[in-house]
C-alpha cells in the first residue's frame, strides 16, 4: 500500500495502522456514491425528566439543530453504563469486559459518516494521568470512558469529527495531551491576564460569558469553515459564547493550534492531515448559527462526512483485529505510565456482575 504525500509517494506496507488506514480512506473516498445527509454522532448522555423520576437520554438540541440545519442528519448514541457497580476504570485491564464493550462501541461508530463530541461536566483527570484539582467539579466516568473509546476510534478509522468545549478536550487527551483542571486557579502567572470564560455562580443558558477569538495566521480548516472561500481574510471571529473553567494545557503530539483567546488560552485545534478532518473548538457555534461564519463550522463538517460517506465500511473488516489491539495499547499504555493512575472503585467486581443499565446513574 503506498501513500502520496507532501513529499511523494510512501510505501506503507511497515507503517502503524494510522496510517495504513488513513491511505485506505484516501483511496476509498470515490468509491461509491455520497449520502446527501450524511449520518452525524451526537453522544446523548443520561439524565433525569418529571423531577428525577424518568431516566432519559438526550442528546444536546442546539447541535442537533445545526447538523440538520447544515445538510446532516443527527444520529443519537446513547452513552451506555453497562455493568452495574463496576468501576470503569477496570475497562483497562479487564480483557474479556473489554471485548463486549468494543463489540458495541464497533456497531455503533462504523457506520457513522461524522461525529460531534459535545459540551459538558468536566472530564475525569485520571483520564490524562492527574489527581482531582479542588476545583475540579464531579466526573461521570461512565461518560468519560465510553467516549474515551469513541473519539479514538473516530480517530483511527479518520471519521470527520467536530469537538464543542468538553469534545475539544476529550479530543485532546484521547491523543495524549492535558486540561488546565481550573483555569482561575492554574492559569500561568507569567502570561497575560486571564479573561473571564465562564458566568461565575449558576450556570444557564442565558448567562454566557463572550469574548473575540484571534485565528492563528496559514491554512486550517477551521478558518476555511468560519471565513469561507474566496472571502476577504478574517482575523478574528465575533464575540464567541464561552461557558468553561477548564482549557488544553498542552497540545497532544500531532495536533496544530489555529485559535485562541487574546490572553492565549487554546480555542481552537486541528489535524492536518490529507486524510482526516479533526477540529476541536472550545467555545459555542451550536449557539450562534445564525451567524454565518458559526454555522459555516457545521456546513465544513457535513460536507467533509459526505465524501466520508462514500467509503464502504463492510471492507474494514481485514482492520478489525488490529483496530481491537491498538486500542488496547492505548489502555496498557495509560496503565504503564510511571505516574500512579488513580481508580474510583478500587476492588474488581465479582464475576456475577451483570451487564444491564444503571437505574441510578447521573449525567454531569
Same mark, same amino acid.
Given at each position: 500500500m503506498e501513500l502520496q504525500t507532501r513529499h511523494g509517494v510512501r510505501d506503507l506496507q511497515d507503517a502503524p495502522l494510522s496510517e495504513r488506514i488513513a491511505a485506505w480512506v484516501v483511496t476509498q473516498h470515490q468509491h461509491q456514491a455520497h449520502r446527501s445527509r450524511p449520518r452525524i454522532g451526537i453522544l446523548s448522555s443520561g439524565g433525569y425528566l418529571r423531577e428525577g423520576g424518568w431516566p432519559v437520554y438526550g442528546g444536546d438540541a442546539p447541535t442537533v $439543530?445545526?447538523?440538520?440545519?447544515?445538510?446532516?442528519? @443527527? *444520529? #443519537?448514541? @446513547?452513552?451506555? @453504563? !453497562?455493568?452495574?457497580? *463496576?468501576? @470503569?476504570? $477496570? #475497562?483497562?485491564?479487564?480483557? $474479556?469486559?473489554?471485548e463486549v464493550v468494543f463489540e458495541l462501541l464497533w456497531s455503533l461508530v462504523r457506520d457513522l459518516d461524522g461525529l460531534v463530541l459535545t459540551g459538558g461536566g468536566d472530564l475525569y483527570p485520571g483520564l490524562y494521568r492527574q489527581l482531582p484539582h479542588p476545583q475540579t467539579e464531579s466526573s461521570d466516568v461512565w461518560r468519560d470512558v465510553w467516549e474515551r473509546y469513541i473519539a479514538l476510534l473516530a480517530w483511527i478509522l479518520c471519521i470527520p469529527t467536530l469537538g464543542?468545549?468538553?469534545?475539544?478536550? !476529550?479530543?485532546?487527551?484521547?491523543?495524549?495531551?492535558?486540561? *488546565?483542571?481550573? !483555569?482561575?486557579?492554574?492559569w500561568p502567572k507569567d502570561r497575560p491576564p486571564l479573561l473571564l470564560h465562564r458566568v461565575r455562580g449558576r450556570v444557564s443558558p442565558f448567562s454566557w460569558i463572550t469574548h473575540p477569538v484571534l485565528l492563528h495566521p496559514g491554512a486550517s480548516l477551521l478558518a476555511e469553515a468560519v471565513r469561507g472561500k474566496g472571502e476577504l481574510d478574517r482575523r478574528y471571529l465575533d464575540p464567541v459564547l464561552s461557558m468553561h473553567h477548564q482549557a488544553v494545557e498542552t497540545l497532544a503530539p500531532g495536533l496544530i493550534l489555529s485559535a485562541s483567546s487574546p490572553e492565549g488560552?487554546?480555542?481552537?485545534?486541528?489535524?492536518?492531515s490529507i486524510a482526516r478532518w479533526w477540529v476541536g473548538v472550545q467555545f459555542h457555534p451550536e449557539w450562534m448559527t445564525h451567524v454565518s461564519w458559526s454555522l459555516g463550522l457545521f456546513t465544513a463538517l457535513i460536507g467533509a462526512s459526505r465524501a466520508y460517506s462514500a467509503i464502504p465500511r463492510e471492507e474494514l473488516g481485514p482492520f478489525l483485529d488490529e483496530i481491537q489491539g491498538w486500542l488496547r495499547q492505548r489502555d496498557r499504555a495509560m496503565i504503564h505510565q510511571p505516574a500512579p493512575l488513580p481508580l474510583l472503585l478500587g476492588s474488581r467486581p465479582s464475576e456475577q456482575t451483570s451487564f444491564m443499565p444503571r437505574s441510578s446513574w447521573r449525567s454531569s
Open positions: $439543530h445545526a447538523i440538520l440545519e447544515a445538510g446532516g442528519f @443527527p *444520529y #443519537l448514541l @446513547p452513552t451506555l @453504563p !453497562l455493568i452495574e457497580a *463496576y468501576d @470503569p476504570f $477496570h #475497562l483497562l485491564t479487564d480483557d $474479556h469486559t473489554f464543542i468545549c468538553r469534545g475539544m478536550q !476529550l479530543m485532546n487527551i484521547v491523543l495524549g495531551g492535558t486540561l *488546565y483542571q481550573d !483555569l482561575q486557579a492554574e488560552v487554546i480555542e481552537g485545534f486541528e489535524e492536518s
